[in-house]
């Protein structure tokens, strides 16, 4: 029982910086910030080549049921699967679980300075790109929805993040190659789907990545 409480108490606490960083940023000023960074980073991928955004939209938006299956795999199961995963391991018992559990805060708590001091928009904010979330009906900017996320916290990915941290640790106990492979390519398929929605930029993706590698690395 006491275990179980520190552990919500670690999750909770985490939790509660990102959010306190969401009170911080989450301006007039703030969202202007954001803007500009976004803008940066567009231009920075037209710099390098990496502007493939609304050409991975333009095929997603020519399904539309492939939209709807992309949109929840945004909303809620990644979310749910980074969370379920860490939640199935500690319930039996798992002597990986306080390693994942830590890969998990370093990497949410690695990003946050990162939100504080350059908040970015996602494309999604910036002409000629698709929201498509907004487009199904769902206002994810609505204020009610706002308590619970940061719409300024494009870069680094943390979607991305965790794929990579519940990626890998998935993998390595997968019973048989085609599952490892499978779930050694669940960060790209991750990109993807937050690239498609226009939730983020492919340079987002790079750092959270990045951001899940090392936390990983950190914590063994």
Do not use: K
Not at 84 to 97: K, T, V
Request: proline share 5%; hydrophobic share 50%; glycine share 10%.
């Amino acid at each position: 029982m006491r275990r179980g409480l520190r552990e919500a108490a670690i999750g909770l606490g985490t939790y509660g910086a990102y959010l306190a960083v969401r009170r911080l940023v989450l301006t007039p000023a703030g969202r202007q910030r954001a803007r500009r960074n976004a803008l940066r980073v567009a231009e920075l991928e037209r710099a390098l080549g990496l502007n493939v955004e609304r050409h991975v939209q333009a095929l997603a938006v020519a399904a539309p049921r492939l939209v709807h299956a992309l949109n929840a795999g945004y909303a809620v199961a990644n979310v749910m699967l980074s969370v379920g995963w860490l939640i199935s391991l500690y319930r039996r018992g798992d002597a990986g679980f306080p390693r994942e559990r830590r890969a998990v805060v370093a990497a949410c708590l690695g990003a946050l300075p990162v939100f504080l001091l350059l908040p970015t928009a996602p494309p999604r904010t910036l002409d000629g790109y698709v929201d498509t979330i907004a487009a199904s009906g769902i206002d994810i900017e609505h204020p009610f929805l706002l308590r619970f996320y940061n719409p300024l916290a494009a870069m680094p990915s943390l979607h991305v993040a965790f794929a990579v941290i519940a990626g890998t640790g998935l993998a390595g106990r997968a019973r048989s190659p085609a599952l490892q492979g499978a779930w050694a390519t669940y960060p790209v398929a991750v990109s993807l789907v937050v690239v498609a929605t226009g939730n983020h930029f492919v340079l987002d993706c790079v750092g959270g990545a990045a951001l899940g590698g090392v936390a990983r690395g950190l914590t063994r």
